[in-house]
């Protein structure tokens, strides 16, 4: 049982690229959550989603896109790429409500 | 203010003492909590939900004051194996506003 996996692990872009993080679970969880944690802060929300074709901001939305064609796959994209986005993003998925949540590994993104 | 507040640490222990991580939450429509444990360039992963009744889980108890909006972690007999930075969790109703504090690292010495 894989959980939530992560692609790529490390990731250099320059400024101005688009990328695409990737995250996919098989726990068959409907709630599914990208997050960026700079260093030494807090995870901070940037997009959710409750199933397959929904989707909704969270608390730092600009700069990014997602969605969610099937239950497994939550594909984060980043377009012209900024240094204000060089963080760690983690993805993480849940099986219901309020409950835990269950996180990949993370990807390191630098932007330069 | 920050919506979760944690004192930031780090909190130096000696192997077998008892430590306790205090945090604060501002939004008192925050319904679910949790302690979330992350060690060094890894993700987090539960450690234990906070009832209000307050739960114990082998070393570990948490409790949750609403009146006073804070949330605790109590660490017995400290192990090594505990350095780790602590992260507080509050949940909305919904789930989706899920706010994270910033985490209080722990280094538990030999």
């Known amino acids: 049982n894989a959980g939530v996996t992560q692609t790529p692990k490390f990731r250099i872009l320059k400024i101005g690229q688009s990328m695409t993080l990737q995250c996919a679970q098989d726990?068959?969880?409907?709630?599914m959550y990208w997050y960026r944690q700079d260093p030494g802060m807090g995870l901070k929300l940037i997009y959710y989603?409750?199933?397959?074709?929904?989707?909704d901001k969270g608390e730092v939305p600009n700069g990014y896109n997602v969605s969610r064609s099937t239950t497994e796959d939550f594909p984060l994209r980043l377009e012209l790429a900024a240094p204000s986005q060089t963080s760690v993003y983690f993805c993480?998925?849940?099986?219901?409500?309020?409950?835990?949540?269950?996180f990949g590994p993370g990807t390191r993104l630098t932007v330069t | 203010r920050k919506e979760v507040e944690q004192d930031p640490g780090p909190f130096n222990v000696p192997e077998g003492a008892t430590v306790a991580f205090n945090c604060t939450y501002s939004?008192?429509?925050?319904?679910?909590f949790f302690w979330y444990r992350q060690d060094c360039r890894k993700e987090p992963k539960l450690l234990m939900s906070v009832y209000s009744s307050g739960n114990e889980d082998g070393r570990f108890t948490a409790q949750l004051n609403r009146a006073s909006q804070y949330i605790s972690l109590l660490i017995r007999d400290s192990k090594l194996s505990d350095s780790a930075t602590y992260l507080c969790?509050?949940?909305?109703?919904?789930?989706?506003?899920?706010?994270f504090g910033a985490g209080t690292r722990l280094f538990v010495k030999a």
């Open positions: 726990m068959n969880h409907n709630y």
């Open positions: 993480a998925s849940s099986p219901r409500d309020n409950y835990e949540q269950y």
């Open positions: 969790v509050g949940a909305d109703t919904g789930g989706f506003k899920t706010i």
């Open positions: 939004n008192s429509a925050s319904q679910s």
């Open positions: 989603s409750v199933g397959a074709g929904i989707t």
